[in-house]
């Protein structure tokens, strides 16, 4: 497989065209952002811990019969992944209050919430990725109804996936964040499920292993992304 030009660099990672038009490779950098990048940093070794947790999370979830870009890890940085157009909406699936929910609504973190909340962003970092909803992405033609109710089913059954297959690690999955793509017709899972975008809490310490430790200051940022590799490994 030849990796050509660059097509793409985000906050997190690089995606390069490859002489398959089907096919693009994804790179995952050490840089990290919060709150829409007015934090900046770099976290050592975290592309490589992102792509071979993103990898096993891919796998495991493929075996359950969700479709995703992924294709293989080529190397330490790099996966393989199909080229989607990715649906410009992220979906946001919350267990326990935290981050913007707390803030939003004056809640405590930490929470038990009494039925999961799903929630929608536009995905425009000029904006601050704002809260939508259905109408909204109907309106601005982010996604047709049948592309909303895929993703919406998707991502309860990846909850529901992913929250069993967490708490078999002795890590409670908080929330986190998907992003959807189209390829060939059909809605499938892309760009990447780590401790970047998913709230991890150590079952019985509440001890937090993911981007929190950036956020908020609270260090031992490679051990925390560490340790959930070797969870997810075993």
């Keep these: 497989?030849?990796?050509?030009?660059?097509?793409?660099?985000?906050?997190?990672?690089?995606?390069?065209?490859?002489?398959?038009?089907?096919?693009?490779?994804?790179?995952?950098?050490?840089d990290a952002t919060a709150f829409n990048a007015a934090k900046k940093g770099t976290v050592v070794n975290k592309g490589i811990m992102n792509n071979k947790i993103s990898t096993k999370l891919f796998e495991f979830l493929m075996k359950e019969g969700i479709e995703t870009h992924f294709v293989k890890q080529l190397s330490d940085r790099e996966m393989l992944i199909k080229k989607?157009?990715?649906?410009?909406?992220?979906?946001?699936i919350r267990n326990r209050a935290a981050g913007s929910l707390c803030r939003m609504l004056g809640l405590e973190e930490g929470m038990k919430l009494k039925s999961t909340v799903l929630e929608f962003c536009f995905k425009r970092d000029d904006l601050n990725d704002p809260l939508i909803n259905e109408t909204h992405i109907k309106a601005l033609s982010l996604a047709t109804e049948e592309e909303i109710a895929t993703i919406k089913e998707y991502t309860l059954r990846i909850n529901?996936?992913?929250?069993?297959?967490?708490a078999s690690l002795k890590l409670e999955l908080i929330d986190f964040k998907l992003e959807f793509g189209r390829y060939k017709g059909k809605i499938i899972l892309a760009d990447?499920?780590?401790?970047?975008?998913?709230r991890l809490w150590e079952v019985g310490t509440g001890k937090k292993l993911d981007k929190d430790r950036f956020r908020h200051d609270l260090g031992n940022i490679e051990e925390a992304y560490q340790e959930v590799l070797s969870r997810v490994e075993k």
């Design 1 to 30: 497989m030849e990796k050509r030009d660059k097509i793409y660099e985000g906050k997190a990672k690089i995606v390069y065209n490859t002489d398959d038009p089907d096919l693009v490779i994804q790179y995952f950098k050490d």
């Design 84 to 92: 989607v157009e990715i649906v410009p909406v992220e979906v946001i």
């Design 160 to 166: 529901v996936l992913m929250t069993k297959f967490f």
């Design 192 to 198: 990447e499920i780590s401790p970047d975008t998913c």
